[in-house]
């Protein structure tokens, strides 16, 4: 059994842990390992990509869509309580808890890009944008501070905003909604990078001048 433990762990809400605990029992009693559960959210993600892709023509997946976005979410959080749960948290195992969120990320908003429901440049910067996030974020951790979490625009956000501009599109009929969920997304990002490099910055002069942050 590995001793590991991961330097930084995303905040979760308690109530949305909650209802992961029985699924952490089942995962744990039938070693089920945690990598199999982060590439299962890839699973869900390419769904809700192909639901967004087919969506102009079969517009009810618009409200399918959002729900396998919160699946990957759900998953992207499994994982990481099994790998703890079961005493397997490694550091490969932080890199296969990290890298599968990213190609979701890109899965996700490429379905929305070519829906025909929106501009797709818009929904490809979207999906740079939460790239940009996640990637800074993790800059402080490199670098030997703090992992940034911070921001408007973190990864659960962003499927929220995308969820109201789907469900807008199904209930309005309008597909311009697409496009103003993507502005957002992509306004809130830039956001979320910039307080986060602030943030980094900061600890790293506090660390040089060896004031704790």
Same mark, same amino acid.
């Given at each position: 059994? &590995?001793?590991?433990?991961?330097?930084?762990?995303?905040?979760? !809400?308690? =109530?949305?842990?909650?209802?992961?605990?029985?699924?952490? $029992?089942?995962?744990?009693?039938?070693?089920?390992?945690?990598?199999?559960?982060?590439?299962?959210?890839?699973? *869900?993600? !390419?769904? =809700?990509?192909?639901?967004?892709?087919? &969506? &102009?023509?079969?517009?009810?997946?618009?409200?399918?869509?959002?729900?396998?976005?919160?699946?990957?979410?759900?998953?992207?959080?499994?994982?990481?309580?099994?790998?703890?749960?079961?005493?397997?948290?490694? *550091?490969?195992?932080?890199?296969?808890?990290?890298?599968?969120?990213? @190609?979701?990320? @890109?899965?996700?908003?490429? +379905?929305?890009?070519?829906?025909?429901? +929106?501009?797709?440049?818009?929904?490809?910067?979207?999906?740079?944008? =939460?790239?940009?996030?996640?990637? @800074?974020?993790?800059?402080?951790?490199?670098?030997?501070?703090? $992992?940034?979490? &911070?921001? @408007?625009?973190?990864?659960?956000? $962003?499927?929220?905003?995308?969820?109201?501009? %789907?469900?807008?599109?199904? %209930?309005?009929?309008? *597909?311009?909604?697409?496009?103003?969920?993507?502005?957002?997304?992509? %306004?809130?990002?830039?956001?979320?990078?910039?307080?986060?490099?602030?943030?980094?910055?900061?600890?790293?002069?506090?660390? %040089?001048?060896?004031?704790?942050?």
């Amino acid at each position: 059994m &590995s001793t590991y433990q991961p330097a930084w762990r995303r905040p979760i !809400a308690n =109530a949305f842990r909650v209802t992961a605990r029985g699924a952490v $029992r089942f995962c744990v009693r039938r070693r089920i390992h945690p990598d199999v559960i982060s590439y299962l959210s890839i699973v *869900a993600s !390419a769904v =809700a990509a192909l639901a967004f892709w087919r &969506s &102009s023509s079969t517009r009810w997946l618009l409200l399918v869509a959002p729900v396998f976005c919160y699946v990957r979410l759900w998953l992207n959080m499994l994982d990481g309580m099994v790998a703890i749960a079961s005493q397997q948290a490694t *550091a490969r195992g932080e890199i296969l808890n990290d890298l599968p969120d990213r @190609v979701s990320d @890109v899965l996700i908003f490429a +379905g929305v890009a070519h829906s025909g429901l +929106g501009t797709p440049w818009l929904g490809y910067w979207a999906a740079i944008c =939460a790239l940009l996030t996640a990637y @800074v974020g993790t800059l402080g951790q490199a670098v030997g501070v703090q $992992r940034e979490f &911070s921001g @408007v625009m973190t990864k659960p956000w $962003r499927m929220v905003v995308l969820h109201a501009g %789907a469900w807008g599109v199904f %209930a309005t009929g309008r *597909a311009a909604i697409v496009d103003w969920t993507c502005l957002v997304i992509i %306004a809130g990002c830039l956001q979320t990078i910039g307080l986060r490099l602030r943030r980094i910055l900061d600890a790293l002069d506090a660390k %040089a001048e060896g004031v704790a942050p």
